[in-house]
C-alpha cells in the first residue's frame, strides 16, 4: 500500500490517537464516525469499508472533508490490504462494525457472512496483534456484536453478560463466532479487547431492507407492508445515536475483556410497531387515519425466525452512567421525518441490484 506525500503528512501530524473503524460507511458506522470526527479533532479517524449493497459515502458527506477523517476502500476478507493498512497507519484503537448485517440475507446466502463477519475479524485480529507487538498499553480492539449471539428468548427474561451463546441464524452464528474470536485472542495472546452486543436499532441512514425503513418506504409509495408470520415477534429497539454514545463510553472507558449489553428497554411486538408507524405516515402524509394500515400484508414467516429479543443494559447504565434518550415513538418521528427530507438518498441506495433482491424475496411469499 503506496503512500501518497499527502497521505504521509497526515500520517504524521501529532494525532492524540489513530483510530480505524471499519464499517463506516454502513448505518451505525456512519453516526459512529462522525461523532468521533465531531467530537475528537484530536484524533485521526480512518474509516475502512469495502462499499458493498449497504456501504454508502453519501451518508458522510457532511464529514468527509473534516482533516482528521479519511477513507480507505477495503476488504476485509483481504488478509494482505489488512495487514498494509495496520502497517501504514499504527492504530491505537479499532472499533469493528464491517459485517454482512441482514438475517434475510444469511438465510439466502450464508457464505459472504462467514467470509466478512469470520474471516475479516481475525484478519483484524491479525493486523492489530502484528501492528502492536505485544506492546497493548493504550490500544484497544473493541467489537461490536449484536445480541442475536443469545439466541431467543420466550415471554420471559432479559438477555444479561452472562447468558450463555446459542446463535439460530447463519447471521447470529458468523457473530458469535467472530465474539468467541474476539475473547480467544484475548485469552492466548493477551490483546486488550472489549465487546458490546446490542439490540434492534433503528434511526437515519438504515438500509431500507431492515423492518422499519422498508416499512416507512413501502407506506410512503402505496406498497404493502410485509409483515411476518403473525406478526408476533419481539425486538427491543434502541434509537442509532444511543447506541453511538454507548460506543464511545465504551471505547474509553470500558474494562478490558469486558463485555456489555447495549438495549433500549423498548420491546415491540412487531406488529404494534407497525401499526404505530402506520399511525405517523398517516399523520405526516396527511392521509386519512387508518389508511397505511391497509397496507399490512402477513406474509411466510422467516425460516428459525427468532421469537424475542431483550437485553438487560443494567451493567452499562450503572458503570457508564448511559442511558437512552429519545421516547420510541420521538424516536420513530425523527426517523419518518427523515426518510421523507431525503428522498434523493433513498433513490440512490435503492438499486437495480436491490430491487432484485427485493423481488426474489417476497415474491411468492
Ligand atoms: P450495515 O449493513 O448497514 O453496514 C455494514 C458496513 O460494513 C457497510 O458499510 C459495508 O460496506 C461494510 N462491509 C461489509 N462487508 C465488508 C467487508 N468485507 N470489508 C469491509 N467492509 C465491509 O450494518 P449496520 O446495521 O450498520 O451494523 C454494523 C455493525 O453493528 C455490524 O457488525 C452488526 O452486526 C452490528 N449490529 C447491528 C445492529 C442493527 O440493529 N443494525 C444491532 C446490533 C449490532
Ligand atoms: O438484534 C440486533 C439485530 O437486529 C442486528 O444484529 C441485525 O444486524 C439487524 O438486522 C436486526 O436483526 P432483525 O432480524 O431483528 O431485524 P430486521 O429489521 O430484519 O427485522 C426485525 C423484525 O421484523 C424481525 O422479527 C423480522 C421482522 N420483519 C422483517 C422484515 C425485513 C418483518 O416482519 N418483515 C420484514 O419485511
Same mark, same amino acid.
Given at each position: 500500500?503506496? #503512500?501518497?506525500?499527502? #497521505?504521509?503528512?497526515?500520517? @504524521?501530524?501529532?494525532?492524540?490517537k489513530?483510530?480505524?473503524?471499519?464499517?463506516?460507511?454502513? =448505518?451505525?458506522?456512519?453516526?459512529v464516525?462522525?461523532? =468521533? &470526527?465531531?467530537?475528537?479533532?484530536?484524533?485521526? &479517524?480512518?474509516?475502512?469499508?469495502?462499499?458493498?449493497?449497504?456501504?454508502?459515502?453519501?451518508?458522510?458527506?457532511?464529514?468527509?472533508?473534516?482533516?482528521?477523517?479519511?477513507?480507505?476502500?477495503? !476488504?476485509?476478507?483481504n488478509?494482505?490490504?489488512?495487514?498494509?493498512?495496520?502497517?501504514?497507519?499504527?492504530? $491505537?484503537?479499532?472499533?469493528?462494525?464491517?459485517?454482512?448485517?441482514?438475517?434475510d440475507?444469511?438465510?439466502?446466502?450464508?457464505d459472504?457472512?462467514? =467470509?466478512?463477519?469470520? &474471516?475479516?475479524?481475525? @484478519?483484524?485480529?491479525?493486523?492489530?496483534?502484528?501492528?502492536?507487538?505485544?506492546?497493548?498499553?493504550?490500544?484497544? =480492539?473493541?467489537?461490536?456484536?449484536?445480541? #442475536?449471539?443469545?439466541?431467543?428468548?420466550?415471554?420471559?427474561?432479559?438477555?444479561? #453478560?452472562?447468558?450463555?451463546?446459542?446463535?439460530?441464524?447463519?447471521?447470529?452464528?458468523? /457473530?458469535?463466532?467472530?465474539?468467541?474470536?474476539?475473547r480467544?485472542?484475548?485469552?492466548?495472546?493477551?490483546?486488550? &479487547?472489549?465487546?458490546?452486543?446490542?439490540? @434492534? @436499532?433503528?434511526?437515519?441512514n438504515?438500509?431500507?431492507? /431492515? *423492518? +422499519?425503513?422498508?416499512?416507512?418506504?413501502?407506506?410512503?409509495?402505496?406498497?404493502?407492508?410485509?409483515?411476518?408470520? /403473525?406478526?408476533?415477534?419481539i425486538?427491543?429497539w434502541?434509537?442509532?445515536?444511543?447506541?453511538?454514545?454507548?460506543?464511545?463510553?465504551?471505547?474509553?472507558?470500558?474494562?478490558?475483556?469486558?463485555?456489555?449489553? +447495549?438495549?433500549?428497554?423498548?420491546?415491540?411486538?412487531?406488529?404494534?410497531?407497525?401499526?404505530?408507524?402506520?399511525?405517523?405516515? !398517516?399523520?405526516k402524509?396527511?392521509?386519512?387515519?387508518?389508511?397505511? %394500515?391497509?397496507?399490512?400484508?402477513?406474509?411466510? $414467516?422467516?425460516?428459525?425466525?427468532? *421469537?424475542?429479543?431483550?437485553?438487560?443494559?443494567?451493567?452499562?447504565?450503572?458503570?457508564?452512567?448511559?442511558?437512552?434518550?429519545?421516547?420510541? %415513538?420521538?424516536?420513530?418521528?425523527?426517523?419518518?421525518?427523515?426518510?421523507?427530507?431525503?428522498? /434523493?438518498?433513498?433513490?440512490?441506495?435503492?438499486?437495480? !441490484?436491490?430491487?432484485?433482491?427485493? $423481488?426474489?424475496?417476497?415474491?411468492?411469499?
Amino acid at each position: 500500500m503506496g #503512500e501518497s506525500r499527502q #497521505e504521509e503528512k497526515l500520517i @504524521n501530524m501529532n494525532w492524540e490517537k489513530t483510530i480505524l473503524i471499519t464499517g463506516g460507511a454502513g =448505518f451505525i458506522g456512519s453516526h459512529v464516525v462522525r461523532r =468521533f &470526527v465531531t467530537r475528537y479533532p484530536s484524533y485521526l &479517524v480512518i474509516n475502512a469499508d469495502k462499499l458493498t449493497y449497504a456501504g454508502n459515502l453519501e451518508n458522510l458527506a457532511d464529514i468527509d472533508f473534516k482533516k482528521n477523517y479519511s477513507f480507505e476502500k477495503i !476488504d476485509i476478507v483481504n488478509k494482505e490490504a489488512v495487514l498494509g493498512l495496520f502497517r501504514k497507519y499504527n492504530f $491505537d484503537g479499532v472499533i469493528h462494525l464491517a459485517a454482512e448485517s441482514h438475517v434475510d440475507r444469511s438465510i439466502t446466502g450464508p457464505d459472504e457472512f462467514v =467470509f466478512t463477519n469470520i &474471516v475479516g475479524t481475525v @484478519n483484524l485480529l491479525n493486523g492489530a496483534l502484528a501492528s502492536w507487538q505485544k506492546d497493548f498499553i493504550g490500544k484497544l =480492539f473493541y467489537h461490536i456484536s449484536t445480541d #442475536e449471539v443469545y439466541g431467543s428468548l420466550g415471554s420471559e427474561g432479559m438477555f444479561t #453478560e452472562e447468558t450463555a451463546y446459542d446463535p439460530k441464524s447463519p447471521y447470529s452464528a458468523s /457473530k458469535a463466532s467472530s465474539d468467541h474470536l474476539v475473547r480467544a485472542y484475548n485469552h492466548t495472546f493477551g490483546l486488550p &479487547v472489549v465487546i458490546s452486543n446490542c439490540s @434492534n @436499532n433503528y434511526g437515519p441512514n438504515q438500509f431500507p431492507e /431492515k *423492518l +422499519i425503513p422498508l416499512a416507512i418506504n413501502n407506506i410512503k409509495n402505496n406498497k404493502a407492508v410485509p409483515v411476518y408470520g /403473525k406478526g408476533e415477534n419481539i425486538r427491543d429497539w434502541l434509537y442509532v445515536e444511543d447506541h453511538v454514545s454507548a460506543i464511545d463510553l465504551i471505547f474509553h472507558n470500558g474494562k478490558p475483556c469486558e463485555t456489555y449489553n +447495549i438495549g433500549g428497554n423498548n420491546e415491540w411486538k412487531n406488529i404494534d410497531l407497525i401499526r404505530m408507524l402506520c399511525r405517523i405516515m !398517516d399523520k405526516k402524509l396527511n392521509r386519512t387515519a387508518g389508511t397505511s %394500515e391497509k397496507l399490512i400484508t402477513f406474509v411466510k $414467516d422467516r425460516p428459525g425466525h427468532d *421469537l424475542r429479543y431483550a437485553i438487560d443494559s443494567s451493567k452499562l447504565q450503572k458503570e457508564m452512567n448511559w442511558s437512552p434518550i429519545p421516547k420510541f %415513538e420521538e424516536g420513530l418521528e425523527k426517523t419518518v421525518d427523515w426518510y421523507l427530507s431525503n428522498q /434523493k438518498w433513498l433513490d440512490n441506495v435503492i438499486s437495480g !441490484d436491490y430491487e432484485k433482491y427485493y $423481488d426474489s424475496m417476497y415474491s411468492g411469499r
